[in-house]
């Protein structure tokens, strides 16, 4: 598959990477007062250095912004990734837990799946289970 094809049904065509730190950030700024590349770092576990180059990027792309002292925000357009990703991170977990999956297992098969799934495959996935649960 090509770079172009394999990027077609990702929301917003953004990486996968772009959409991790894009992610973590997020989930961080729920659990923290401030987030700073350190704890981007430490959530992922990648160094400090990898961490810098890709903060650049994002800021460069308009994803975050960054504060003279270090303090990472999303931006508007980096939210709005961040939130769909976040969402189908927390649906197919949830999912796959509750269909037998041991916790881990589940988390790391639904951050491979948050990526790659169109958003109308989503939409209707969401759409059977919410109709499934009504008729049980």
Same mark, same amino acid.
């Given at each position: 598959?090509?770079?172009?094809?394999?990027?077609?049904?990702? #929301?917003?065509?953004?990486?996968?990477?772009?959409?991790?730190?894009?992610?973590?950030?997020?989930?961080?700024?729920?659990?923290? #007062? %401030? %987030?700073?590349? %350190?704890?981007?770092?430490?959530?992922? &576990?990648?160094? $400090?250095?990898?961490? =810098?180059?890709?903060?650049?990027?994002?800021?460069?792309? &308009?994803?975050?912004?960054?504060? #003279?002292?270090?303090?990472?925000?999303?931006?508007?357009?980096?939210?709005?990734?961040? =939130?769909?990703?976040?969402?189908?991170?927390?649906?197919?977990?949830?999912?796959? %837990?509750?269909? &037998?999956?041991?916790?881990?297992?589940?988390?790391? +098969?639904?951050?491979?799946?948050?990526? +790659?799934? =169109? #958003?109308?495959?989503?939409?209707?996935? $969401?759409?059977?289970?919410? $109709?499934?649960?009504?008729? +049980?």
């Amino acid at each position: 598959m090509s770079e172009t094809a394999s990027h077609s049904s990702r #929301p917003f065509h953004t990486t996968e990477s772009a959409q991790n730190y894009l992610e973590a950030i997020l989930m961080l700024s729920e659990q923290k #007062p %401030v %987030v700073r590349s %350190v704890d981007v770092a430490n959530e992922l &576990g990648f160094k $400090k250095s990898s961490i =810098s180059i890709a903060m650049k990027n994002l800021r460069e792309n &308009g994803m975050i912004t960054v504060t #003279p002292e270090g303090y990472i925000y999303l931006t508007d357009e980096g939210m709005k990734i961040a =939130s769909t990703i976040y969402e189908r991170h927390k649906f197919f977990s949830k999912w796959l %837990v509750s269909l &037998g999956v041991d916790r881990k297992t589940a988390v790391d +098969d639904a951050c491979r799946i948050e990526h +790659d799934l =169109s #958003p109308e495959s989503f939409a209707a996935i $969401k759409e059977y289970l919410a $109709k499934q649960e009504q008729n +049980d």
